[in-house]
């Protein structure tokens, strides 16, 4: 039994005494706790359950994508009884992974770990979706985005892939002093009540080895677009709401009660929290840019 605290939310792994960071998933370490029986976790999963697939009834497939560095193919449905999500290696096409969350419980139960020879990559992504359906149930979502943390305020800049996420908060650390990276793929955003909107660290941070225990509050969200200039203005409300869209996890957004709970999070976290979209070329004058301006601001 192992316990994992990511945007104070603490995630309890049972599978035979088998700890995350041991695996191989580094990215876990951090937040890694001493297991405590008093504390109540906010998600319990079992990873080493044999499942019998044939007594999931999927009722509507809500998404289906490829995930080509592990060479499979991956599909989340809402059963009669919760959400799954299933994980199809290509070269093994009998043994899928499964994942899945009764709808009103905290338990989690997956097949993950039966084997010895699992895909830590496919491991750490099932994880991911499976936790992410718990921050939205708390207010929280994991979003796709690069934050950088200056002077005790977090930013975090938004885009497509290959937009130049990380490309511009590696500008921040190069041309602003003191500037430094919290995540760099998906950090957690939260708002709960009587607080301010917040951005955690979390073990998933893509390419970038950036694993980081902490939480800042937002001083901006920031969506970015490839430009021949540089040029910066801000969103309004319903503007803001459709740069973080896009970015929060999509493989949610066919599910009414999970796209619900989304838009409120987003909804009470663009009231305090202003957005802007950046047109930028990958130079210094764009950092600085932006810097200037959500920090004038």
């Not at 192992?2 to 876990?28: C, P, T």
């Not at 937002?218 to 869209?245: F, M, V, Y």
């Not at 210094?284 to 301006?293: P, W």
Request: aromatic share 8%; glycine share 6%.
């Amino acid at each position: 039994m192992n316990d994992y605290v990511i945007a104070d939310l603490r995630i309890r792994i049972e599978a035979d005494g088998s700890d995350l960071a041991a695996l191989g998933l580094d990215g876990f370490k951090p937040f890694g706790r001493e297991a405590d029986a008093t504390a109540v976790p906010d998600c319990v999963m079992q990873l080493d359950r044999r499942i019998d697939e044939a007594g999931l009834h999927v009722e509507k497939v809500l998404s289906t994508f490829d995930f080509s560095e592990a060479q499979a193919d991956c599909s989340f449905s809402a059963t009669d009884t919760g959400y799954m999500f299933r994980i199809v290696r290509r070269a093994q096409p009998e043994r899928p992974i499964i994942f899945h969350k009764a709808f009103g419980e905290n338990l989690v139960i997956g097949n993950a770990l039966c084997n010895k020879d699992v895909d830590l990559s496919l491991l750490r992504f099932g994880i991911w979706i499976m936790a992410g359906i718990v921050f939205v149930e708390h207010d929280a979502i994991a979003i796709h985005s690069s934050a950088i943390v200056y002077d005790g305020k977090a930013v975090l800049f938004l885009g497509e892939s290959g937009t130049g996420k990380s490309t511009h908060t590696r500008l921040w650390r190069e041309n602003i002093e003191g500037a430094r990276l919290l995540n760099d793929d998906s950090p957690i955003i939260r708002h709960t009540a009587g607080s301010c909107a917040a951005v955690y660290g979390s073990p998933w941070s893509g390419k970038t080895p950036c694993y980081i225990d902490k939480h800042f509050p937002i001083r901006a969200i920031c969506r970015l677009s490839q430009a021949p200039h540089n040029r910066i203005r801000r969103l309004s409300a319903i503007e803001a709401i459709g740069a973080l869209l896009p970015s929060c996890p999509p493989a949610f957004a066919h599910d009414t009660a999970l796209q619900d709970a989304i838009c409120a999070t987003l909804s009470r976290i663009i009231k305090s929290v202003p957005a802007y979209h950046l047109e930028c070329l990958p130079d210094a004058d764009a950092a600085r840019l932006s810097f200037n301006t959500i920090f004038a601001e």
